[in-house]
């Protein structure tokens, strides 16, 4: 294990100095094992797995000057990955609610302008209102929402009880819907004044 942390700071001291041939021994060492990271995430999804790979290492290129060479590259690896990944299921989010939103109040969008603005719209608020959710709800709400787990299953991976989870569930969607709906009103209001103008 020694070696491998030393041989890795090796390799990270001289790719700080922009040697591409570090960098694509750090790649191989360590891309199978982010794909494998990050297939597991993502349930299967062998696609964005592959995409999240390869944007990490995009990353770690940028920003090779600057990139720290004491601590595990392993964990800072693994790190990236599962950020980008949240990022990601945070954007399946907003897409879902949206999606909902729009199933829930009727609205028939085509490809047009109107669709193209709501959104806009609606996807900041969506991303505030996320944020806004404690950690541990925010966490329920997107293994259940996105990932389509079951409350049995988000409590055996989290180790809490099912009604923790559906609790939290609860009032993560509750606090969704009420913060979105009087938006989304106004949102709608504003089209229709806009088009019947």
Known sequence: MNDEINHDLFLLERLKKGDVTCFEVLYSKYSGRLYNF??????GDCYLAEEIVQNVFVKIWEIHPHIRTE????????TVGRNMFLNVVKSR????LYH???IENEIVLDNSVEKEVEFKMLEE????????????????????????LSNKEIAALLDISEN?????????????RQ????????????LLVFYAS
Do not use: M, W
């Open 71 to 78: 601590g595990s590259f392993n964990s800072f690896l693994f």
């Open 100 to 102: 909902d939103y729009l």
């Open 93 to 96: 989010v907003q897409e879902s």
């Open 164 to 176: 923790t989870v559906e609790s939290q569930l609860n009032k993560a969607t509750h606090f969704i």
């Open 125 to 148: 608020q969506i991303n505030k209102l996320i944020d806004q959710l404690p950690p541990a709800r925010r966490n329920v709400y997107i293994l259940s929402k996105v990932k389509h």
């Open 38 to 43: 990050v297939l597991n995430l993502s349930k």
């Open 179 to 190: 913060q979105l709906t009087p938006y989304c009103e106004v949102v709608v209001f504003a």
